[in-house]
């Protein structure tokens, strides 16, 4: 694997963390201040992570 | 024998062959040499992702002798030829038949000359025609086990509810999971007809599940972590999806109402192309994340045997055994997911208007 390459692949992964993150940290907010509605939020939460790693992987494998 | 006996000795058993199995890739490291290690690691990861003709359980490096059996040939060159994988003696002879040679190079079988050379292009891959080969490999021993797994569990659930309402022994692990892809997957995102999709869904979730966790054990069976077979489960969302759809998911497609005319010729070949996209996502999702998984699994193994000594060996133990545990999460996490979007796609073609009568209807104040 070539340097540019590697560099690429390693900003990919800091890119879906973050974005990882900024998912849980509102589904942690929105949790918080609605606790009832947990379950409905889970989900959203689930399937918006489960779409960004999709891109990720994608982008991964593109490299 | 007590129940308990059996689940013991069993228990014992898969220690036994993990044991053995570390042993025996030990060994194989051994003998090629400390220089040699890193290649010996990539290419047991090679192998162990790929499909195979051999079903190994481990192999002696020392003597070069692998222990399993050979799995059935079945190509498809002029006329069916059916033969044992043992005839290959694992890529070491060539087969001959009615003429004809083939040979087992990296996994696949390849038609040679009775020299067996294999050509190769400029991009360095073989160039040797290749038979059509339908064999009975390790994944579809693996799916056939699965399926006939499935149909043994369920038909003893099914068998279950004939006579009590409440089922007994392992039928009371699956009652809770298929009440749980009908309540929280099914029922919330196909909405009212969901009756229709309950089987493909559950079908669908317990395939994915069990091969996953299948994929955890010492035999390593990387069928969910295969390109080949997470794109037939997403065509199947895929035709499913299409052939429900009614006629609002079409005219969302091809003329989605409230647009101006220019627009919706522009919009229209994104929206078809958002048609393929999503079971392309499904296919990649399932695929990438059992295959990233199996490569961490083995690489932090495969490091044990790079660096060799007592401090390395014991920490990458314990990262191997903490990634595992994280991979059973992600083994199910990817069954609820595949299911889940797959009943959410299956949603978006079969919602009629009447079902969200709070959005359209008397809950919208009149201005």
Known sequence: ?63 | MRKENIFKILLAGLFVLVSLNLNAKEAEEETTGKIDTKTGVKEFLGHHLKDSHYFTFFSDGEKGEHYGFPLPVIIWDGGLKVFLASKFHHGEELVELDGNYYKLYHSKIYKTGAEGIIEYGENGFPTNEKPLDFSITKNVIAMITVAILMFLMFWALAKNYQKRSIPKGFSRVLEPLVIYVRDDIAKPNIGPRYKKYMSFLLTVFFFILILNLLGLTPFGINVTGNIAITLGLALVTFIIVQFSGNKHYWKHIFWMPGVPVPMKIILMPIEVLGMLTKPFALMIRLFANMMAGHVVVMSLLGLIFIFQNWIASPAFFGFTLFISLIELLVAFLQAYIFTLLSALYIGMAVEEHEDHPKDHGEDIPVI
């Open chain 1, 1 to 63: 694997m070539e340097i540019p390459v590697m560099v690429g692949a390693g900003l990919i992964v800091i890119g879906a963390g973050i974005g990882l993150g900024m998912i849980g940290g509102s589904a942690m907010d929105a949790i918080a201040r609605q606790p009832e509605a947990t379950g409905k939020i889970q989900t959203a939460m689930i399937i918006i992570a489960a779409l960004l790693e999709g891109i990720a992987f994608a982008a991964l494998f593109a490299v």
